[in-house]
C-alpha cells in the first residue's frame, strides 16, 4: 500500500490526466476522480457514445455499439454526433456474425463485378451484331 503522501500525489496526477485525456486513467479511479474534480464524462450522450464506440473498436466487442447507437439517435444533430454515429454504425455493419452480412457481402461483390464489366469497353463483337 501507498503511503498517504504518495496516493494524494498519485490522485492528483490522474486527475489533471483525468480532465485532460480520461481514457487513459483507469476506469476504476473514474467514479472518484468524478467526485473529486467534479468533471462528469457522460453528462453528455454523446461523448458517451463516442467512448462506447471507442470500446468497440479498441477491444473488438461490438456489444456496446447498441447502446452507443441508441444514445446519438437520442441526441441532437450536429457534426460531433453524425460523425459518431456514422462510425458505430460502420463498425456494427462490420461485425461478421449479424444476420444478413453475408448476403449485404454478396451483394457488394456482385455489384462490383457488374461495375466492372460495365466499365470495361467492348473488345470483342458481338456475334449478334453485324
Given at each position: 500500500?501507498?503511503?498517504?503522501?504518495?496516493?494524494?500525489?498519485?490522485m492528483?496526477?490522474f486527475?489533471?490526466?483525468?480532465?485532460?485525456?480520461?481514457?487513459?486513467?483507469?476506469?476504476e479511479?473514474?467514479s472518484?476522480?468524478?467526485?473529486?474534480?467534479g468533471?462528469?464524462?457522460?453528462?453528455?450522450p454523446?461523448?458517451?457514445?463516442?467512448?462506447?464506440?471507442?470500446?468497440?473498436?479498441?477491444?473488438?466487442?461490438?456489444?456496446?455499439?447498441?447502446?452507443?447507437?441508441?444514445?446519438?439517435?437520442?441526441?441532437?444533430?450536429?457534426?460531433?454526433?453524425?460523425?459518431?454515429?456514422?462510425?458505430?454504425?460502420?463498425?456494427?455493419?462490420?461485425?461478421?456474425?449479424?444476420?444478413?452480412?453475408a448476403?449485404?457481402?454478396?451483394?457488394?461483390?456482385?455489384?462490383?463485378?457488374?461495375?466492372?464489366?460495365?466499365?470495361?469497353?467492348?473488345?470483342?463483337?458481338?456475334?449478334?451484331?453485324?
Amino acid at each position: 500500500m501507498l503511503p498517504e503522501a504518495d496516493f494524494n500525489r498519485a490522485m492528483h496526477v490522474f486527475g489533471l490526466l483525468y480532465l485532460v485525456d480520461h481514457r487513459r486513467v483507469p476506469r476504476e479511479l473514474w467514479s472518484r476522480l468524478t467526485e473529486e474534480t467534479g468533471h462528469d464524462l457522460w453528462q453528455d450522450p454523446v461523448d458517451h457514445a463516442s467512448d462506447l464506440v471507442l470500446d468497440a473498436e479498441e477491444r473488438g466487442d461490438p456489444s456496446v455499439l447498441d447502446e452507443a447507437t441508441a444514445l446519438l439517435h437520442s441526441s441532437p444533430t450536429g457534426p460531433y454526433r453524425d460523425t459518431t454515429l456514422g462510425l458505430a454504425l460502420r463498425h456494427r455493419a462490420a461485425v461478421a456474425n449479424r444476420p444478413g452480412t453475408a448476403a449485404c457481402s454478396r451483394f457488394s461483390c456482385a455489384s462490383t463485378t457488374v461495375t466492372r464489366c460495365a466499365a470495361t469497353p467492348a473488345a470483342v463483337k458481338s456475334p449478334t451484331r453485324s
